[in-house]
């Protein structure tokens, strides 16, 4: 049984999970909280991978933890890594009950360990404890970076008025929700049309450290792209952005590879990007997210290949329709085959609505 | 001050209010309690236009209400019309405290009345009281039907995958809240290519009853329309369909005579629907609200010419994207003169998301 204190303290674990989103990868973030007799005794959450387990924390801060309940948002480990298995710290401090937010899909019986020993065990299953994690989930299931993609558009569905101009069409909360993201993702992406057209930094504004560097990465098609283009300034904090070109393409690409780190993929004679052997790729160099911010014709490809798993849709509260308005997706047909999303969250930023939902595959 | 009960009282005027909805125009919906020492001695609604006021019915209901509060979603008012003054009625009842839950604009001091004979006035001034007025208000202003557009899209701004098919994109618990919106609204109207493509019956099902007949209007252009479509079979409980065409196309549109009410608009010469005189026209003949549910080309120019007032926007989880999929909006150039919406209802119906707003005037 979940009480109204336990909620409380389970939502803390969450809040200390929040502060290591976009540090953790490639292991989840988790929180922990070591509560006796209705008072808190130590919090911790997992800072980077290598790093002390969230529960390891909270217990070094805890000191005498016995017959306590401690509370954390993903199923403790059972497994030597980096870092030894975390039942056997909780057995070892004599934790009496332990309240799981999510399990761990990963896991073989790591609670069954706990409640062997006599500890009661407690799953809440919540979706903020999901959420948390999701990124992780899926990275054990598909050889390939979990891709989240984040567009604007208006109410009628267009992303600008008109081709080649850049236009804010959400407001001021909506782009420090799209910061967030960056925060947490371990990698944006856009397409080359976005970096020709609105050459955009894609850094994190205002600025934040975060112990991974920050990654970009730019998808090509055979089309050159100017090295000129603000994405490829070489900034503290960031890794020397990444551009995604087709193998076949190498001699257009090849001149970038004085500011960029041009990956060649798929086939050498290949003259399309390969979208799924990209997204293996970036997941063979340890990003295991990436945000993509459009533009509407690489979201219209990834979506319709089945490559995009989280959608965030920000909605503008302006109409925009005319022939030389731009819709959200170009590209691809997705007629017939329509994707079908689960809306999970709906939210307000100041004028802007924020629908987020999964992408099931077809 | 606004206590805790007080809120618990008002809030309950707009439920009784929202039993009336559809059928007072052009009067609005009112609903009023009367309680003394926190015992309800006396509830009503203001149930049709010509009929007793919700205050007068609540009143009648109490009995002996001196010393009562009475709560009253809307100020009550203060002339004599087809009824007498309802402050009169208040005073006569000695009625020693009125709480407000919104004020009639076109009200003069109506509430200096109570104060200057020593009723204790409170105004809450709620969005949920100013919404059930929003029609009535607007009517005071302008000369025209209030127009409220409902549509229904994927996530990236289609109604269908491609023309000519009629295609349920949003869910069961949508279509009971279109439901509710066409009981809501005097009239239903689309435009004549939806008539012609989706022949829809655009009646209220499950059938219920309206005190006032249902009202349904097919805007056209020149085109002709067939008089075989399910909208012209006539109905217990709705008017014959209106049929509003440009004056011009009279000899074109004389056949429709037969099954519908055609109402020819604009000078004699006109070849295209004058939409702010079909406006006008259909206020004249007391329809003072119009729910339009399509389609994109009459939604188009609508909005084009600041004629749309509110917007119920339906997003369904899919995505439609393809060269033969049919844009939300057609039919007009927004470009550049972007039209500005301001978002205040976002509800989740199923699988579904229901935007709501108001939209400005260019």
């Given amino acids: ?26 292991n989840p973030p988790v929180g922990a909280v070591v509560v006796r007799d209705g008072h808190v005794l130590g919090e911790g959450f997992h800072h980077r991978a290598g790093g002390p387990h969230a529960e390891v924390n909270a217990l070094a801060q805890a000191g005498d933890a016995s017959g306590a309940t401690m509370y954390v948002s993903l199923e403790p480990c059972d497994h030597v890594g980096r870092t030894p298995p975390c039942t056997r710290a909780l057995l070892d401090a004599g934790i009496a009950r332990v309240v799981v937010g999510a399990l761990d899909r990963s896991g073989h019986g790591n609670l069954d360990r706990l409640r062997e020993r006599g500890v009661e065990v407690v799953v809440a299953d919540d979706a903020a404890a999901r959420d948390l994690i999701e990124i992780f989930s899926f990275s054990l299931e598909r050889d390939r970076a979990y891709v989240a993609l984040k567009m604007a558009m208006s109410l009628d569905g267009y992303v600008t008025s008109r081709s080649g101009v850049q236009e804010w069409i959400t407001g001021e909360e909506g782009r420090l929700y799209v910061r967030d993201l960056r925060i947490a993702y371990d990698a944006v992406m856009v397409g ?34 100017p090295p000129d283009r603000r994405v490829f300034l070489p900034l503290p904090g960031y890794a020397r952005t990444i551009v995604l070109a087709p ?19 798929g086939e050498e004679s290949a003259q399309a990007l390969d979208l799924p052997a990209a997204l293996r790729l970036l997941r063979e160099r340890d990003i295991q997210s990436v945000l993509c911010e459009g533009g509407p014709t690489l979201a219209g490809r990834l979506i319709a290949q089945g490559l995009v798993d989280r959608l965030y849709w920000a909605i503008a509260p302006v109409l925009l329709r005319s022939d030389a308005a731009v819709p959200v997706l170009a590209g691809a047909d997705l007629g017939g085959a329509a994707r079908a999303v689960r809306f999970d969250r709906m939210e307000r930023f100041g004028r802007d609505v924020m629908i987020s939902g999964t992408l099931s595959d077809v």
Wanted: net charge neutral; charged share 25%; glycine share 4%.
């Fill in 1 to 26: 049984m979940i009480s109204a204190s336990d909620r409380a303290f389970l939502d803390r674990t969450y809040d200390l999970a929040a502060h290591a989103i976009g540090n953790t990868s490639p």
């Fill in 192 to 225: 080359a049309g976005t970096v020709r057209i609105d050459d955009p930094q894609l850094t994190v504004r205002p600025a934040t450290h975060r112990l991974r560097e920050f990654v970009r990465i730019v998808a090509c098609e055979r089309e050159p792209l």
């Fill in 247 to 265: 193998a076949g393409a190498r001699a257009t690409f090849s001149p970038l590879e004085r500011v960029a780190d041009v990956a060649y993929v």
